[in-house]
């Protein structure tokens, strides 16, 4: 039930935090990776039509495209003001209530919503090469661009996967008819294209930036991906793992007068950055330490995008520390328990579909900068979480 008074006093009674309840994502295709820490009952929660639950978004103010099926929510976050389902609050709604006050100025003024959001991605064998389009080219099937990175949490990664490796663009000796050759190949035969491409074996605590028009296929860790506000793809590669994707999986996010338009499938792409012979040393990210003392270390896991930001937060066991930011943000807990300002905090272990939790909150602008307590009340353990940024975090090399 909408109740802006309720929304209000929680906020301004937990010093400008919310807590978010669970967002689960199914997707059609691939395999679930059965760590999303989700009742083993519970991945095929929507029906086996939908199929399995692979993904949990963050502080999202926007629904996933999942076709037809989905409903008009799926993929948005509710803020949990009473820890009763009744009580939930779209929280793209509470961005609208709370404006600037949550938000801040800066996002407020420039993009009127919360810009972007993040993901758990979870999925059992490699993903499809595909790229997300450029702000230019979403514009026409009036959508947004995409630029997304990577963080892969040794907290929530217990098994690899079939193939922790992921496909970045194409080897530099490529040339465009070789890559138009393969997909004048997609609804006749394997097109096999991730054969012009080059794969990186990913390493856990560590991460990549893909910029828009970049074609990609996602390994098999369970990866933590901040992103803009968008859910657009163009698959280049037509068969994986022995699962056959459609034309319209290529051409989706094409104008309808162009879907059998090769030429404008190819300009999608970012050629330059494609075959970018350097590709691992502009776009791999390894942590950068942030602050750090006796009590806590801090780290930028995402960094130099311009658009998207995120740290890495560890708490030592029986420690505390006030933690300040210059923007708003996200976050999920991914070890540990102990208090989250206001709140008493704990990370989920197993969570049932549509159930609530204590690992996942919202930040505003003013509590940020005034900084959150956050104690870890284990003996033994540290507790870790993962913050999303949007643009203004003040991250290293941040430029939008």
């Known amino acids: 039930m909408k109740n802006p008074k309720l929304m209000l006093e929680t906020f301004s009674k937990n010093a400008g935090v919310l807590c978010l309840a669970p967002v689960f994502v199914p997707r059609r295709f691939n395999t679930a990776g059965r760590r999303l820490r989700l009742h083993p009952d519970d991945y095929y929660a929507l029906g086996t039509a939908r199929g399995s639950i692979k993904e949990r978004w963050f502080s999202s103010v926007i629904a996933a495209m999942n076709g037809p099926l989905a409903p008009a929510d799926e993929g948005m976050s509710y803020v949990d003001l009473t ?7 779209l929280f793209k709604d509470a961005v609208e209530e709370l404006g600037e006050k949550i938000i801040g100025k800066e996002l407020h003024k420039k993009f009127g919503t919360w810009p972007m959001y993040s ?3 979870d999925y059992d064998a490699p993903l499809f090469l595909h790229l997300h389009l450029k702000e230019e080219d979403a514009q026409r099937v009036g959508r947004k661009g995409k630029p997304e990175a990577y963080y892969f949490p040794p907290q929530l990664n217990n098994h690899p996967g079939q193939f922790p490796h992921t496909y970045f663009g194409f080897d530099p000796d490529v040339s465009k008819a070789e890559v138009r050759q393969r997909l004048e190949k997609f609804e006749t035969t394997d097109n096999r294209i991730t054969e012009l491409s080059r794969a990186f074996r ?3 605590g560590t991460g990549w930036y893909t910029p828009p028009g970049v074609v990609h296929a996602p390994g098999s860790y369970l990866t933590y991906e901040p992103q803009w506000n968008s859910d657009v793809n163009s698959v280049y590669e037509n068969v994986v793992s022995g699962e056959v994707y459609p034309y319209d999986f290529l051409v989706e996010n094409c104008p309808e007068d162009r879907k ?7 300009s999608l792409m970012d050629w330059d950055k494609n075959v970018d012979p350097h590709y691992r040393k502009n776009w791999f990210r390894p942590p950068l330490i942030s602050t750090e003392d006796e009590n806590h270390v801090e780290k930028w896991v995402v960094y130099n995008t311009g ?3 995120a740290k890495e937060l560890t708490v030592f066991p029986g420690k505390s520390v006030v933690i300040k930011d210059k923007a708003a943000y996200g976050c999920i807990l991914t070890q540990g328990h102990g208090k989250f300002g206001a709140y008493d905090a704990e990370t989920a272990v197993m969570l049932r579909y549509g159930g609530l939790s204590a690992d996942e909150y919202f930040v505003s ?7 959150i307590r956050v104690v870890n009340h284990s003996l033994k ?3 870790v979480i993962l913050k999303h940024f949007g643009p ?6 941040a430029s939008r």
């Open 202 to 204: 990913l390493e856990l």
């Open 392 to 397: 203004n975090a003040g991250d290293p090399g």
């Open 260 to 266: 059998h338009d090769l030429d404008y499938v190819m």
């Open 307 to 309: 658009y998207i930001a």
């Open 365 to 371: 602008e003013e509590a940020a900068g005034n900084g």
């Open 83 to 89: 820890g009763k389902k009744d009580d939930l609050f």
């Open 119 to 121: 993901k758990y991605f």
């Open 381 to 383: 353990e540290p507790m």
